[in-house]
């Protein structure tokens, strides 16, 4: 049963990253936006802005070496990285909330779901995450940060209170700048260890 769970994700994840092979011309679109006005979200409704296969395959194995069960998610996209981490839940019976602001990636993201055969254990949440995410109070086992970096410290002093002591906050894109002010703050609380990963692009935060 497992095992067919595993390759419908697979077959979909494969489809996804065909056709994120277009993202840098996306991307380079939305860049273009820049010189005219400061970047938004909206900007990239269209662009995947995705982890890679590598990261995917070392979370799925961090879900199952941790027993991590209780996800959430913040940067839904079109739901590469929640797959990968629906393909981890699945031996740890765990569940998946995660928040997506554009209202058309999440609902491309929930047919994603849908197709992979894993939507039962996602809950996709439209909207800005302060909102969507606020008065959670679930123990989080992984806080996978991949949305608007800005809003990286706001989220994690708002749920920091589910946090317990095997707790892991997954960040990604570490090494740009609204992400490294982010970490420095965090880095000054001894509570908490940092660990870089793929020449600082992640950066994995674990609770002493």
């Known amino acids: 049963m497992i095992t067919t769970a595993y390759n419908k994700i697979e077959v979909t994840l494969a489809e996804l990253f065909e056709d994120a092979k277009y993202d840098q011309l996306r991307i380079m679109k939305a860049l273009a936006k820049s010189i005219i006005g400061p970047m938004t979200p909206s900007d990239f409704k269209d662009a995947y802005l995705s982890i890679t296969k590598k990261q995917g395959t070392d979370i799925v194995q961090l879900i199952k070496e941790n027993e991590l069960k209780n996800i959430v998610e913040f940067g839904t996209s079109f739901g590469i990285s929640t797959l990968y981490l629906a393909e981890g839940i699945l031996e740890t019976e765990g569940s998946i909330i995660t928040t997506e602001l554009i209202a058309s990636k999440a609902e ?98 674990k609770i002493r």
């Open 108 to 205: 491309k993201a929930i047919e994603n779901f849908k197709k992979a055969g894993v939507d039962h254990r996602i809950e996709v949440r439209i909207g800005n995450a302060i909102d969507t995410l606020k008065g959670h109070s679930e123990p989080i086992d992984l806080l996978f940060l991949d949305g608007w970096k800005d809003l990286y410290l706001s989220l994690f002093q708002m749920l920091e209170p589910n946090f317990h002591n095997s707790t892991i906050i997954y960040v990604d894109n570490a090494d740009l700048s609204d992400t490294q002010r982010f970490l420095s703050v965090i880095s000054q609380n001894k509570k908490y260890h940092l660990v870089s990963k793929y020449g600082g692009k992640v950066v994995l935060i």
